[in-house]
C-alpha cells in the first residue's frame, strides 16, 4: 500500500502562485507514474498534470494548465509537487494527488481508472 498526503492548498488571489505538495509513503517503490486531478463544483475529477517516476521520463498536462503549472518531484523526499502560477478563479477546486503502480502514456495518463492510490485531498479557492 501507497499512503498520500497532500498539504498547501488554501485561499490565493487571481494571478498569484501557490504550491501543492503531496508525500508518499509505503510502498512507493510500486508507484510508476504520479498526478495531479482535481475536482471543481459541479464538475467531473479531471487529470492536471502526471510524470512517471522512475528514469524513464514522461510528463503531462492538460491543456487548461499547460504552461502555468509545473510538476516536479523530490525523491529523497518522496514527495511530489505542483507550482501553480497566474491562477484563475477557474482553477478553483480540490486537488488530489494520485499514484499509479504503472507508467503513464500519453493516450491513458488522464485515465482516473488506472490510479491505484489517492490522497485525502487539499482546497484551492482562486479569488478575483
Known amino acids: 500500500q501507497v499512503q498520500l498526503v497532500e498539504s498547501g492548498g488554501g485561499s490565493v488571489q487571481a494571478g498569484g502562485s501557490t504550491r501543492l505538495s503531496c508525500v508518499a509513503s509505503?510502498?512507493?517503490?510500486?508507484?510508476?507514474?504520479m498526478g495531479w486531478l482535481r475536482q471543481a463544483p459541479g464538475k467531473e475529477r479531471e487529470a492536471i498534470a502526471a510524470?512517471?517516476?522512475?528514469?524513464?521520463?514522461?510528463?503531462y498536462y492538460a491543456d487548461s494548465v499547460k504552461g502555468r503549472f509545473t510538476i516536479s518531484q523530490d525523491n529523497a523526499k518522496n514527495t511530489l509537487y505542483l507550482q501553480m502560477n497566474s491562477l484563475k478563479p477557474e482553477d478553483t477546486a480540490m486537488y488530489y494527488c494520485?499514484?499509479?503502480?504503472?507508467?503513464?502514456?500519453?493516450?491513458?495518463?488522464?485515465?482516473?481508472?488506472?490510479?491505484?492510490?489517492w490522497g485525502q485531498g487539499t482546497q484551492v479557492t482562486v479569488s478575483s
Open positions: 510524470r512517471n517516476t522512475g528514469g524513464g521520463g514522461g510528463t
Open positions: 494520485a499514484a499509479r503502480e504503472s507508467g503513464c502514456s500519453w493516450w491513458d495518463w488522464k485515465s482516473e481508472g488506472w490510479y491505484n492510490y
Open positions: 509505503g510502498a512507493t517503490y510500486r508507484t510508476g507514474c
